[in-house]
């Protein structure tokens, strides 16, 4: 996932399933699966 993409999603500007669609994911699929219900909290 690209750095855009990760931004996008922790901060709400597209949806699990777009950034998703946008990863390339590998690996353990659980993690792959909580990293992508984060959220960004930005004061």
């Given at each position: ?20 669609a ?22």
């Open positions: 996932m690209d750095q855009d993409t990760f931004w996008r999603l922790a901060s709400r500007g597209i949806t699990v399933e777009q950034a998703r946008r990863a390339a994911l590998t690996g353990d699929p659980a993690l792959g699966s909580a990293v992508t219900t984060l959220l960004a909290v930005v004061a």
